[in-house]
């Protein structure tokens, strides 16, 4: 069974980086078959998918549009664990971040993780 | 910029058929992306239910299913019980550049 165990701080500051950690157990990190994804929600903006990585003979990362310049999702290969990193936040990004895998659906979400924006 | 449409409620009676549907703001949904469906209910994480459009997840009660209707994607739930009543989203591969996009959910009501 994947479990998927998410730490990391639940208050940011704006302008700040905003850094979580999921934990995989039952799976690889560097699986050929499955990918790493962040997805958060929040009441304006609903649920979003925020960016994977995934390896297949070497690794890849994508994201979406709205925070590509922002983000990063990095794999830990020694720990098998997955990160993500957004940096300059505002208090839009005050949502639930959740780890989840997936391929073309997401069938094993982390148990999400309140992160607020304030200062 | 492509946005997904669902109903934002429903309400259905004990036993009864409820279709919820996930459609695009321009074009229609299509085996090719990947419909997903999903349950959630308040505190916890969204639980899949549905994908690639009719796979049930394993676990997932015989009478959820998905299909395609028309233009839209769609989750039936026959003989709804009590315990449906949740918030239900769909997420649809919308291709190399938009990824996955949700839409809205919707919130259904068993009474």
């Known amino acids: 069974q994947v479990q998927l165990q998410q730490s990391g701080p639940g208050l940011v500051k704006p302008s700040q ?3 979580l950690t999921c934990a995989i157990s039952g799976d690889s990190v560097s699986s050929n ?27 890849y ?14 794999p830990d290969t020694s720990k098998n664990q997955v990160s993500l990193h957004l940096n300059s936040v505002t208090p839009e990004d005050t949502a ?8 073309y659906h997401f069938d094993y979400w982390g148990q999400g993780t309140l992160v607020t924006v304030s200062s | 910029q492509t946005v997904v449409t669902q109903e934002p409620s429903f309400s259905v009676s004990p036993g009864g058929t409820v279709t919820l549907t ?8 299509s085996n090719s992306h990947y419909p997903s469906w999903y349950q ?3 505190g916890q994480a969204p639980h899949t239910l549905i994908y690639s459009t009719t796979t049930r997840s394993s676990g997932v009660p015989d009478r959820f299913s998905g299909s395609i209707l ?16 949740s918030h239900y989203y769909c997420v649809l591969f919308l291709g190399s550049v938009f990824r996955w996009v949700f839409g809205g959910g919707t919130k259904l009501t068993v009474l």
Request: one cysteine or more.
């Open chain 1, 17 to 19: 980086t905003l850094s």
């Open chain 1, 33 to 59: 078959t499955a990918a790493w994804n962040w997805i958060r929600q929040s009441p304006s903006r609903g649920l979003e998918w925020l960016g994977r990585t995934f390896y297949r003979s070497k690794w």
């Open chain 1, 61 to 74: 990362n994508e994201y979406a549009l709205s925070v590509k310049s922002r983000i990063t999702v990095n």
């Open chain 1, 96 to 103: 639930v971040y959740y780890c989840v895998r997936g391929g």
């Open chain 2, 22 to 29: 996930c459609g695009l703001s321009s074009g229609a949904v």
């Open chain 2, 40 to 42: 959630q209910t308040p």
């Open chain 2, 70 to 85: 028309g233009n839209k994607a769609a989750l039936t739930i026959t003989g709804a019980q009590a315990d449906d009543e």
